[in-house]
């Protein structure tokens, strides 16, 4: 199994910028993809982006799109996402997800851990 525990979320400005990290523990960290989804009140959780393996591709959604970055560490078991130009529309609680293969996927039901979240919240 792994764990993961998200950090870095919090109260931040429209067009201000937030770095989030989702440290890994457990099964060799460089053995899954990793994806980054978001949940705001009344909604389904969504995707937001993704990172292969060992980092060789990345995935985003359309809405963050040249705005927001996922990295990997896999010496440090740590995944980022580098959120620029935030929006009030990207208000939402941010997760951290691990899936067992080579490259990551959109959907949330292939993803077999999760972390607990991390608030972010945009102000106006």
């Known amino acids: 199994q792994v764990q993961l525990v998200e950090s870095g979320g919090g109260l931040v400005q429209a067009g201000g910028s937030l770095r989030l990290s989702c440290a890994a523990s457990?099964?060799?960290?460089?053995?899954?993809?990793m994806g980054w989804f978001r949940q705001a009140p009344g909604k389904e959780r969504e995707f937001v982006a993704a990172?292969?393996?060992?980092?060789?591709?990345?995935d985003y959604a359309l809405s963050v799109k040249g705005r927001f970055t996922i990295s990997r560490d896999n010496a440090k078991n740590t995944v980022y996402l580098q959120m620029n130009s935030l929006k009030a529309e990207d208000t939402a609680v941010y997760y951290c997800?691990?899936?067992?293969?080579?490259?990551?996927?959109?959907?949330?039901?292939?993803?077999?851990?999760w972390g607990q979240g991390t608030q972010v919240t945009v102000s106006s």
């Open positions: 457990g099964r060799p960290f460089s053995s899954y993809a």
């Open positions: 990172i292969s393996w060992r980092g060789q591709s990345t």
């Open positions: 997800a691990a899936d067992a293969v080579q490259y990551a996927s959109r959907s949330v039901t292939s993803y077999d851990y």
